[in-house]
């Protein structure tokens, strides 16, 4: 009996089959595909997760540092530091907010992090698990394993869709990352497996046609605050998930559709640094610009 | 060793130093290669870059990513932010040429001459392909093809009959099976320099580098593992 599978109905039907959550799947597909112990597997998933962690306080713990190209640093610390009667996002989601920030402060000044999928959006999927896991009543297994479906998701996209920002915009990138999160967070909450692929596929819709165009070409604005609507993203289409709110549009029709608008996005919106925000002229008027960002 | 499925730790990781897969991870592994493939220890390195590369590499970190894989970090190892610092105090003398006019047909390409104290040097010519993936296309003038996913064995020979004959016998009493074998050579007829690139799906035991240097028209033995 093999557990691999090449797109979200065939994962599904797995889950039905076995009575299996997507992460159970996921984690017996890599067992069998990978030949791998089932401790040596945890102990790669507790790697990640002690890399995550670090990287989503790295910016609070530490005295901010700037970013290599100078955009960005700091972000995360001000975002803690604001005062609770401003912070209408409520406890948990401005949490997250603060941990997707520090994450892409890290990465942007040549620290640690996971790429999941990528550089670019590794914010994502840490902030909103590890949020999660510290406010509600979820035990570090349902963590661990949380992780495993978000890579299932994952899977999905560098299989069957595009988590190159190159090759089909910010949307896959953040957009990708918002649908594992909200897929992984459905499950650790009591979700189903059809309410998880439920969840990617909303999360993906919300942010379908997000352009890559990063300010000088560097990943760090807008690339840090598009992680954070990642974050709000994925708990949104995981909230709306779970109170039985379903998008028409299957996992699988939603990935490919991600792909044709992303193909569909002219070249300059996609990582070239020739269009949307990174030639506003604000950025672009030389000096003034740019020291109005520092 | 290889694996030919999409796993887990693919798409949750890799876990690298920031900011750019492509830009960082890519341009490090390139150079952890290179290295690698060099025989002696380098005094001088010289990067070209070209593409995007050639753009962004001081924002995204490439500079120092490249000199920390000539020290041999790999890419989730935070001496890279201090590459410049540790690989001046360990005597290499590094520069970088961004070449925005050359078109070398691919967005993030790296040329990395190394040259060692005794004069010996050779030219790598890396291109980063996405999520840290990278590929090994020129080795001095001869054009070449692999991406270090696998045991990697580059032999350096004239081309001259029964050299590869020798090479796969050695392997197959070793019970090393091929996964790809090509040999690239710099002139169209026989005579020339040649690499002869094997990666296979065992490991290559050290011994292997001493038997095959003892055939008369191989001069340079170097393995790649991961």
Same mark, same amino acid.
């Given at each position: ?164 920002? %190159?090759? &089909?915009?910010?949307? $896959? *990138?953040?957009?990708? !990352? ?6 992984? =967070?459905? +499950? /650790? ?42 974050? %709000?993203? &994925?708990?949104?289409? $995981? *909230?709306?998930?779970? !109170? ?6 299957? =996992?699988? +029709? /939603? ?40 | ?226």
């Amino acid at each position: 009996m093999s557990y691999d599978f090449t797109n979200a109905k065939k994962l599904l039907a797995l889950c039905s089959e076995h009575n299996m959550k997507i992460s159970e799947v996921m984690l017996e597909r890599e067992l069998e595909l990978s030949g791998m112990s089932r401790s040596a597997l945890f102990e790669m998933v507790d790697r990640c997760l002690r890399v995550m962690e670090s990287s989503t306080n790295r910016s609070l713990d530490e005295e901010p540092v700037k970013s290599m190209g100078g955009l960005i640093g700091g972000e995360s610390r001000q975002m803690r530091n604001l005062s609770e009667d401003k912070v209408i996002c409520g406890t948990v989601l401005h949490k997250a907010l603060t941990m997707a920030l520090s994450v892409a402060e890290t990465n942007a000044s040549m620290g640690v992090i996971v790429a999941a999928p990528t550089a670019g959006s590794a914010g994502v999927v840490p902030a909103s698990l590890l949020a999660v896991y510290e406010w509600a009543d979820v035990s570090l297994d349902a963590l661990r394993l949380g992780l495993i479906n978000a890579g299932a998701l994952g899977y999905l996209f560098t299989k069957n869709g595009s988590v190159a920002g %190159a090759d &089909a915009g910010c949307q $896959a *990138e953040v957009g990708s !990352a918002s649908a594992m999160a909200a897929s992984a =967070l459905a +499950e /650790m909450l009591g979700g189903t497996p059809e309410q998880c692929c439920n969840a990617a596929s909303i999360a993906v819709s919300n942010l379908l046609g997000l352009v890559c165009d990063p300010i000088r070409g560097l990943v760090e604005v807008p690339c840090q605050t598009r992680n954070a609507i990642g974050v %709000a993203g &994925a708990f949104t289409a $995981a *909230e709306l998930s779970l !109170a039985g709110i379903t998008s028409p549009v299957l =996992l699988d +029709e /939603m990935i490919d559709i991600m792909v044709d608008v992303g193909h569909s996005l002219p070249e300059s919106l996609r990582e070239t640094g020739k269009g949307g925000c990174a030639c506003a002229p604000s950025v672009c008027s030389g000096l003034r610009g740019i020291q109005h960002l520092l | 060793m290889k694996k030919n499925y999409i796993s887990l730790f693919d798409v949750i990781g890799p876990v690298m130093v920031g900011p750019s897969s492509s830009h960082t991870s890519g341009a490090n592994s390139i150079a952890w290669t290179a290295r690698q493939i060099f025989s002696g220890t380098p005094v001088k390195v010289d990067f070209t870059l070209y593409g995007s590369f050639a753009d962004t590499f001081r924002g995204h970190g490439t500079d120092r990513a490249l000199v920390g894989g000539i020290l041999g970090y790999r890419s989730d190892d935070v001496r890279i932010r201090n590459s410049f610092e540790i690989a001046k105090e360990a005597g290499i003398l590094c520069s970088f040429t961004p070449d925005r006019d050359t078109d070398v047909g691919f967005p993030n390409v790296v040329d990395i001459v190394m040259e060692a104290a005794d004069g010996h040097s050779l030219l790598v010519r890396g291109e980063s392909l996405g999520g840290g993936r990278i590929r090994i296309t020129r080795m001095n003038n001869i054009k070449v093809d692999f991406t270090g996913e696998y045991s990697t064995l580059i032999v350096g020979h004239r081309d001259e009959a029964g050299t590869l004959a020798f090479i796969t016998s050695r392997l197959a009493n070793h019970e090393i099976n091929i996964a790809f074998m090509k040999l690239f050579r710099e002139k169209k007829e026989r005579g020339g320099p040649a690499f002869t690139v094997i990666e296979a799906d065992d490991f290559l035991p050290e011994e292997l580098e001493d038997e095959l240097l003892s055939y008369p028209t191989i001069e340079s033995v170097d393995m790649i593992e991961l």
